[in-house]
């Protein structure tokens, strides 16, 4: 990161106690509703892409495939910078840092964008444009895990308390960017409206491959087995993990307290059976049998 923007944020952060705000209802960080008008009048270019996930659903993981996959697989391309930075999250806003639509706005086309918004929080200006959009979902209860530990490293989001508390704060939906249930089933509602493709971490851990074939075809790109090959590689757990530009080592420990908890900590499905009391997998499961009820939306829970 650059020494004087380290500096600034140093500083900055000394004496700052990240509050959550609301919008709609829904929980964000105070810094993001404070600049709300800006995200929701974004103005999005046609041939954007926006990766729109639930947190902690692989967000990360898609972005360095889908950078790739725009590449043809030119993995020294793609190390140019970190995530972060190549791919604008349009509505985090952190100061002094350049907030996601500043860096959205100063870069040049065609650009690759993130977001976690609920579908009806997103700037209408991506419609409009008729940009395309991947959903990455995740199962919840790999989700919940994640988004705890997340949570506890994460200094500019709330400290989540203890595993039991935070199962019941996920379920209430009352955390950052909201309801799981109502994310995921929001998006998979809206998939035939707009340019959506729709995918999953469960089968993109189980056959990377045919995933990032589903995803080029999506973009109209025709890559060689070669290239595919390399992306595979390249964005596998492992070598994601040890890859600075993809793992946060980057971002100072004010930030991200990686020694908490690492950005890349297991990359699994059903690492919940880890954490998941019996007493808890049966009220969970019965949550989620209500909830998604009806909304022909199936999630697997283990491979
Ligand atoms: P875990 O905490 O379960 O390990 P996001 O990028 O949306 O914040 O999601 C982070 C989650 O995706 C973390 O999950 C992280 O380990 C996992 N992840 C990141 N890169 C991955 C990869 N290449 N393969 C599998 N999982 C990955």
Redesign the pocket.
């Known amino acids: 990161m650059d020494p004087e923007l380290m500096k600034a944020l140093t500083e900055k952060m000394k004496d700052v106690t990240f509050t959550m705000g609301e919008i709609q209802g829904i929980l964000f960080p105070a810094t993001t509703c404070e600049i709300w008008d800006q995200i929701y009048n974004f103005q999005a270019r046609e041939d954007d892409i926006l990766i729109s996930?639930f947190?902690?659903?692989?967000?990360?993981?898609m972005q360095e495939i889908v950078d790739l996959i725009i590449l043809n697989g030119d993995v020294e391309r793609s190390m140019r910078a970190p995530c972060f930075v190549k791919v604008p999250f349009i509505e985090i806003n952190v100061k002094p840092i350049p907030s996601g639509v500043e860096a959205a706005n100063a870069m040049e086309s065609p650009r690759l964008l993130k977001t976690h918004l609920p579908i009806q929080l997103v700037p209408p200006s991506f419609w409009e444009k008729n940009v395309k959009v991947i959903y990455f979902a995740r199962n919840a209860k790999?989700c919940m895990?994640?988004f705890f530990?997340?949570q506890r490293m994460n200094k500019v989001l709330p400290d989540p308390g203890t595993w039991n508390e935070y199962f019941s704060t996920f379920l209430s939906g009352n955390i950052a960017w909201g309801s799981w249930f109502d994310h995921v089933i929001g998006w998979w509602k809206a998939k035939n409206k707009h340019q959506i493709l729709y995918l999953f971490y469960e089968d993109m851990?189980e056959d990377p491959k045919r995933e990032i074939r589903k995803i080029s075809k999506f973009l109209g790109k025709n890559l060689t087995e070669e290239a595919l090959n390399t992306i595979c590689h390249h964005?596998?757990?492992d070598t994601?993990k040890e890859n600075p530009m993809a793992n946060f080592s980057v971002l100072p420990s004010f930030i991200f307290d990686q020694s908490i908890s690492p950005f890349?900590?297991?990359?699994?499905v059903g690492?919940w059976k880890n954490h998941f009391l019996v007493a808890q997998n049966i009220i969970f499961d019965e949550v989620y049998k209500k909830k998604m009820e009806g909304s022909g939306l199936h999630f697997r829970t283990e491979l």
């Open positions: 996930t947190p902690k659903a692989g967000t990360t993981w790999d895990v994640s530990h997340f851990k964005t596998l757990f994601m890349m900590r297991k990359g699994k690492d």
